[in-house]
């Protein structure tokens, strides 16, 4: 499942990202700044700090842009079932710490995994809402992975998407989760769950159908090498809690990711909007030193001629505006890939 380079490539590229997915793995130690607080994480899911521009954030998110076997995805026929049952045996706990990192709510809970003939430590499970991973094209209210690590550092995620209840009811181990989630409203505060009692869930899990994929954290570096197993049937989850968890977390989802193989949606959708723009690929561009600042060697002036020889756009006004020199920024921006760089458009 996991090579050796592999791994050594993906402990190298998460140490120092902030507070993720990998949290409490040894990927990412837990870093409690003082009592009652943890440390909130950088990245987030709005404008420049958000899941299209993750890659610019640090050198080591660079597979978030260039991946080609990233998560989420869309679950659908192409996607095999576990042909094996994993065996969980979760800790039942009077209380478990419950945390708000800024862009997730995370219990330390603890316990462990058997599956593939490995045995998975359970690190902690988190929440995501909506759904990061959708079924059949369809999105859910509520995702909770359930992350774990093997000793020799390879990652297993439980994913658990939760629907809205007609009847009130709500997955018990989520209610004594969410007790005292008020305790916890402001990011990097630290509070207790209500007893977690795991018995449902680990039957659940271990009588019901699980998609399993490979693919890659949700969240920086995007690290890939990860196993999914996704639970096909939902879980009940009411409106009072998902509301409670919504005002909470707001929105904390990674966009669906391109079939596992195929080329990363952002290096995809750069080379379909410079088609679509007219933009040669092959123009000269300057990298600047280190790959700072790059730029077309003739600014402006390329994009607006070839828009106006395709005839695919209305006539380009005169004197380019900002707009003009995106096409053009970002064909650079894929031709001095790997070096750092935020497009000036998108700050
Ligand atoms: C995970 O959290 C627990 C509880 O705070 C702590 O004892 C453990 O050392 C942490 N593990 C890592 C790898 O940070
Ligand atoms: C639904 O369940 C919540 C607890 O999760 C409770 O506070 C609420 O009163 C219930 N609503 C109805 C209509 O039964
Ligand atoms: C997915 O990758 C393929 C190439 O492998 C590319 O042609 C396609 O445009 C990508 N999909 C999207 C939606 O970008």
């Not at 299209?52 to 095999?80: F, H, M, Y």
């Not at 680990?202 to 197993?229: N, R």
Request: charged share 20%; aromatic share 6%.
């Amino acid at each position: 499942m996991f090579s050796f380079t592999r791994l050594v490539l993906l402990v190298t590229l998460a140490v120092s990202a902030s507070a993720s997915c990998i949290h409490n793995t040894s990927l990412m130690r837990r870093q409690i700044a003082e009592e009652g607080t943890v440390e909130v994480s950088t990245f987030g899911y709005t404008g420049s700090k958000g899941p299209l521009l993750w890659a610019t954030l640090e050198a080591e998110n660079e597979l978030c842009r260039t991946g080609k076997v990233q998560s989420p995805i869309n679950l659908d026929d192409t996607i095999s079932k576990a042909t094996e049952a994993p065996v969980v045996a979760f800790n039942n706990v009077e209380e478990a710490e419950f945390e708000n990192l800024g862009t997730t709510l995370e219990v330390l809970a603890t316990g462990v995994t058997t599956f593939a003939g490995k045995e998975f430590t359970l690190a902690q499970f988190h929440m995501h809402t909506p759904s990061e991973h959708r079924i059949a094209e369809e999105y859910f209210p509520l995702e909770i992975h359930m992350v774990h690590e093997a000793a020799d550092g390879s990652i297993a995620v439980i994913a658990l998407p939760f629907q809205l209840t007609e009847d009130n009811s709500t997955l018990e181990l989520l209610t004594a989760v969410t007790e005292n989630i008020e305790a916890i409203r402001v990011p990097g505060t630290v509070g207790r769950t209500g007893a977690l009692d795991f018995t449902e869930i680990t039957e659940i899990i271990q009588t019901t159908p699980l998609f399993q994929y490979t693919g890659s954290l949700t969240t920086p570096p995007c690290a890939e090498g990860l196993t999914f197993l996704v639970l096909e049937q939902p879980l009940p989850l009411n409106v009072a809690t998902y509301n409670k968890i919504k005002s909470i977390i707001k929105f904390n989802a990674r966009y669906t990711q391109n079939t596992s193989g195929q080329d990363n949606f952002l290096a995809a959708a750069t080379v379909f909007a410079n088609e679509q723009d007219g933009v040669s690929q092959s123009q000269s561009c300057d990298c600047g030193p280190g790959g700072e600042n790059p730029a077309p060697t003739s600014p402006a002036q390329p994009p607006v001629e070839d828009k106006a020889t395709t005839g695919a756009h209305e006539p380009a006004p005169t004197g380019a505006n900002n707009h003009e020199n995106i096409p053009a920024a970002e064909a650079c921006a894929m031709q001095c890939k790997g070096k750092r760089w935020v497009p000036d458009a998108f700050l």
